[in-house]
């Protein structure tokens, strides 16, 4: 049980710490949310810093450790979030990095490093939701290419990414529906693609529709094997519900001392309820971030991908992190409902959370499964 | 950093687990909840085993291991329900002489309860007035102290001090190294929210109903799921906290082990049943137990508010 760091990490935090405070003042102001070519633009320029002052490859190069400690500075310092790159730097990237070829990870990586090409991911589609593996999204090999015929939903970045990470159905007839689904990048200029874009309850476009017709993808852009995709893709979740949120957590501390400043300037803070609801939370977020700290001490020792020790942190993270702002909107009053507050947009957002990247009783599904080992079944 | 637990830990765990396996087995447990009583047999075997002496530098005796290490100890101590004032006499190794080798039973006034008080040798802090009540917990003898309910008792939170001690009568109130024994109280939590998760999953794979067991359904499923979430989120908070010894986060995490080990054994209970609901069933000797022990020390209503003064 150490939560110290080594000389060599702290002198990467120092480091760090300093590029940050040097680089952070010079960036442009933050684009308008709706906006987003603007917002790609922000996004791939900030990425595009990090790669020329070494820190692009953070993400799936470094230690554990070192992406912890990136993820912890770079938040404290107020530093963008991936946003655009998202997908492409913690899902994308790390399956081609494990699962591609030389060849694939000589293509794909780099530019999404440099911040040159922004990922979406075409995962879930209207009848294949939580139950993911029974996605119908047709691909059907003719001579050099696949020809993709299906739609898509819940496509973040979609409009303005130039690769799809796309999961499909090769082999209908396969024993098991997990069985015969195969792991693409799809070129998001290819014909027969169409991306309508889908309003959020917070009222902006975080995400699409994408319709694929008689769309071709060639073989080499086959990650893995044939039919092999959900192996590929378990990969890719892992790591979402391993790392992925880990600045997060930082920020949700950060957001909590903000909050108890307003509750002692408005006069909220003198209600006991409330003040202990706060303190609960911050315990909550303590606990957090030291399960985050112990999940990468596991990835590390055992070099492998985060595994279901993701789920326990994702289910209480998100839920906590909706107190969170049921909580701010119990400081802030009328004006948390107040659209032009960041909390009360950043309130209707946080309404996702217990349901992306797996909701929470498919999490519960899975920890029950394979860590408690009850029976499969419903 | 690496927060997994050292080779040396695993194996003080394990050997701590065999040891109150042999010496409080379900079989002592129920004989113990049958004719309570302070077993100073098991007191002094604890004693030979280091229990007490856990974090007395080898000079004096002690095994020389820390807070982290003490952690894991108590752990296991919850897990098996071990009664008697052992986190009140642990803390008091380096001060009580006799306490360190488990021949001195010690117990401390706290929160407006007293321990096992009939039973100590010697009793820390002022228990001036103590009346004994009958104890919702089988194997947790309680006097109960005068004063308004919510009065901070002798082991409130404070600076490290020398302890008073006056051997079975009142005492001044005096201060006791207290984070302490929060965070091993937190952590005997923590041990018995895992040992209901355990038993909880463990009835649901073996318990049938509509022709198949029921922790195949996910309303039950679900259930269990949310007790492994609770107790990881507590341990991971109760052995950072022995890391930091920061009082702000022993308080956070005295917090959750509360509700760990409180909502853990109700819903333990929940997954069992009927059979929850019986005297036979151990289920509801961790939930008495960790209702005393939420009670204790630094209940959470104080908790919280310690943890928002820091904010």
Redesign the interface.
Known sequence: ??????DE?EEYRARLREWLAATLPGLPGRPDPLDWPARRAYDCGWQRRLYDAGYADTHWDASP?QR?IFLEETELAGAPYVGANFVGLLHAGPTIAAEGTAAQRARWLPPILRGDEVWCQGFSEPDAGSDLASLRTRAVRDGDAYVVTGQKIWTSHAEVADWCELLVRTDPEATSKHRGITWLALPMDAPGITVRPLRTLAGSTEFAEVFLDEVRVPVENRVGEENDGWRVTMVTLSFERGTAFVGEVVACRRL??EL?RTARKNGTWDD?VL??????L???F???W??V??N???A??TGGVPGA?GS?FK??YSHARQELYDAAAAVLGPDALDLGRDWTLDRLSSLSYTIAAGTS?I???I???R???????? | MDFRLTEDQRALRRGVRELLARLFGREALRAAVDAPSLDRELWRELGAAGFFALRLPEAEGGVGLGLPEAVLVFEEAGRVLLPGPLVATHVAAGSVPGAADGSVVVTAASEGLVPWLDEADVVLGDVTGAVRVRSVDPLTPLHRLPGPVGAVGAESLGPAGAPSVVPTRPAPAGRLPTTDAVLLTAAEQVGSAAATTDAAVSYARQRSQFGQVIGGFQAVKHLCAGMLVRTELARAAVRAAAVTGDPVEIAGAKLLADEAAVGNARDCLQVHGGMGFTWEADVHLHLKRAWVRAELRLPAARAEEEVAAAL
Do not use: F, W, Y
């Not at chain 1, 049980?1 to 080594?6: E, G, H, P, V």
């Not at chain 1, 860590?371 to 419903?378: C, F, H, N, V």
């Open positions: 049980m150490d939560l110290s760091c080594t990490e450790t912890l909590l001392g108890a006991p003040r202990r609801r706060l303190g609960r911050s315990a909550e303590q606990a957090l030291r399960i700290q112990a990468v001490s596991e590390q020792a020790g326990v289910l209480h009783q999490q519960r599904n920890v029950a499964e860590i408690l080992g009850l029976p499969k079944g419903r």
